[in-house]
């Protein structure tokens, strides 16, 4: 069973930095797209950045390239999310999330994944 454990959110204020993690466990392969969503109150989930397995590549939401890096950790099966230069508008629920069979820029382009984290809530204030 895939499980995916989210931390690192909390309360910032403009221009601040978060890193959110997420612990995955329960994968039986080495291919698949993981990544970080968020919903906000009223608005629809989107995607935000999303890391492939099986070669690193990387994808980001317009709205967070050059602020947020996504990353791996293949040795603790983490994957993290760097947020740099907060905004308000990036405040949110960020869920990790993961899927074998549809890929990054899909994930990206749809907020869609197959496994689900809880949610970690990321607060940003001006």
């Known amino acids: 069973e895939v499980q995916l454990v989210e931390s690192g959110g909390g309360l910032v204020q403009l221009g601040g930095s978060l890193r959110l993690s997420c612990a995955a466990s329960?994968?039986?392969?080495?291919?698949?797209?993981i990544g970080w969503f968020r919903q906000a109150p009223g608005k629809e989930r989107e995607g935000v950045s999303c890391i492939s397995s099986a070669d690193g590549t990387t994808y980001y939401a317009d709205s967070v390239k050059g602020r947020f890096t996504i990353s791996s950790d293949n040795a603790k099966n983490t994957v993290y999310l760097q947020m740099n230069n907060l905004r308000p508008e990036d405040t949110a629920v960020y869920y990790c999330a993961a899927d074998r069979l549809i890929i990054c820029p899909v994930a990206i382009r749809t907020g869609r994944a197959h496994y689900w984290g809880q949610g970690t809530q990321v607060t940003v204030s001006s």
């Open positions: 329960g994968f039986t392969s080495d291919d698949y797209a």
